[in-house]
């Protein structure tokens, strides 16, 4: 299951949900992004707010798209993908990604490949406020260069 949503997510309630959607699993990987205060390594001046938009539709078939993809190439039992759009802050939780499988291999994975597709193929634009600038995040070559290994 996934969603494309404004409010926050509970861990505990998504980790239950995996918990009773997965039946007879042997693990549950999860993993929450959280907002960065700085982007940039070089940056001078820390994130105030984080926007992100997106293309209704498109972007959720994007993701329904990452997930079959993943439950392809592993044996999944339930998965769950929660992405965060509108403004955020530096803390909050913007991204959740759950796996749950007979297995840990599979769960690591494919919770792996789902996060690396997310971060380079979803749809997502990302405008980072600070104190007096206003830019558009690029995608990172260290995001794109993940996904090799997928191949």
Not at 27 to 48: H, K, N, S, W
Not at 53 to 62: D, F
Not at 105 to 113: D, K, L, Q, T
Request: proline share 3%.
């Amino acid at each position: 299951m996934i969603s494309v949503q404004e409010q926050d997510f509970d861990l505990a309630g998504e980790y239950s949900y995996l918990r009773e959607s997965a039946g007879n699993a042997g693990a549950i990987v999860t993993f929450t992004g959280l907002v960065r205060e700085f982007y940039e390594a070089d940056a001078e001046q820390p994130v105030q707010r984080l926007f992100l938009e997106h293309y209704p539709g498109m972007t959720e078939k994007a993701l329904d798209d990452i997930v079959s993809q993943a439950a392809s190439r592993w044996d999944l039992q339930a998965s769950r993908v929660i992405h965060r759009i509108g403004n955020l802050r530096p803390g909050d939780q913007i991204v959740f990604v759950g796996t749950a499988s007979t297995h840990r291999h599979h769960a690591f994975s494919a919770a792996e490949f789902i996060m690396d597709y997310l971060k380079s193929r979803a749809p997502f634009w990302k405008k980072q406020h600070s104190a007096d600038q206003v830019r558009w995040v690029e995608s990172r070559t260290l995001d794109v260069d993940a996904l090799k290994r997928w191949s």
